[in-house]
């Protein structure tokens, strides 16, 4: 299945290929699209030597670093992500994890906001035990993000701070503590397109149900400042693969999405996206919601 899926997604005339995802998406989720905001709650001096993470202290970017910040704000931002429409709402922060203090301040935010009812919260805050994972759930936490990044050969060539393995064992873990997971990949770093099929069949194998697929927008101050970007092409074809291999899994199209797609964005759901990130990214912009809100209904989709 996935040589077949592969080869479709590389060498079909593009059309043809969106032709096929397009049907796909719609037999699963219809003209729905659903949407997310994250926040960048806690920012840079992270120790880990991610090639291409501007918020690596080894690599003198020049983004804000900053502390966490406390529950009331992380309130208000979550307030404002319902206000726009968002379905989601992600508290995102750098390093390899969280301290216990940390994580308290992050699950009384979720559960002030998710007793509203108003938004569901999501957490992307790097490895954490499986005790922490069910205080999160506890709080009211709906999905625990964290990205596979790549394939597992791959890996290696791109951070060499953490172990892939421990990164899946994170992902299997939060999935036993009955939360569902977000987690996906980063495209453009030099893998190669069995690299791409590896991660997608390891993800579906794994019950993965949101995927969130990030083309690389490269920040000066990385070792990847001088990767040649990916084309809109190439990108929409990924998302092909994706869909191909993962009909029936949430695929939502996130970082690097103004700077790869451009003018094409508007063809990503035929090329099988169903959900996106609207807003500002970690450390790059990224599109308005009054923007994607209006891409969506020129479309004749639902904004969700």
Excluded at 13 to 25: A, C
Excluded at 26 to 36: D, H, I, L, P, Y
Excluded at 125 to 147: F, I, M, P, Q
Excluded at 240 to 249: I, K, V
Aim: proline content about 4%; hydrophobic content about 40%; charged content about 20%.
């Amino acid at each position: 299945m996935s040589h077949h899926s592969l080869k479709q997604a590389t060498e079909l005339p593009l059309d043809e290929l969106l032709s096929v995802t397009s049907k796909l998406r719609e037999q699963t989720f219809g003209n729905v699209v659903e949407t997310c905001m994250i926040v960048n709650a806690k920012s840079g001096l992270c120790a880990n030597n991610c090639d291409f993470c501007s918020q690596n202290t080894r690599h003198n970017s020049q983004i804000p670093a900053y502390p966490l910040y406390e529950t009331q704000k992380l309130v208000e931002d979550a307030e404002a992500a319902a206000d726009c429409g968002a379905m989601h709402f992600g508290i995102v922060t750098s390093g390899a994890s969280v301290s216990p203090r940390e994580l308290e301040v992050i699950a009384d935010a979720v559960l002030i906001v998710s007793r509203s009812g108003r938004i569901k919260m999501c957490a992307s805050l790097g490895k954490l035990d499986c005790d922490s994972l069910v205080r999160l759930k506890e709080a009211g936490l709906t999905r625990y993000h964290h990205n596979l990044e790549t394939s597992e050969s791959f890996y290696p060539a791109i951070c060499t701070t953490q172990n892939w393995r421990e990164r899946y064992e994170t992902v299997r873990q939060t999935i036993n503590a009955g939360l569902e997971v977000c987690s996906g990949a980063l495209f453009g770093l030099g893998e190669s397109w069995e690299d791409r099929a590896d991660l997608a069949i390891c993800l579906k194998e794994l019950g993965v149900t949101s995927v969130p697929l990030n083309f690389l927008h490269a920040h000066p101050d990385t070792p990847m400042a001088h990767r040649e970007p990916l084309s809109a092409e190439e990108a929409l074809r990924i998302i092909a693969l994706f869909r191909l291999l993962m009909p029936e899994t949430s695929l939502r199209i996130c970082g690097g999405r103004p700077k790869i797609l451009a003018d094409k964005q508007n063809m990503m759901f035929s090329a099988g996206a169903n959900a996106l990130m609207t807003g500002h990214y970690l450390t790059t912009s990224g599109v308005t919601p009054d923007t994607d809100r209006q891409m969506i209904e020129n479309l004749k989709l639902v904004w969700a």
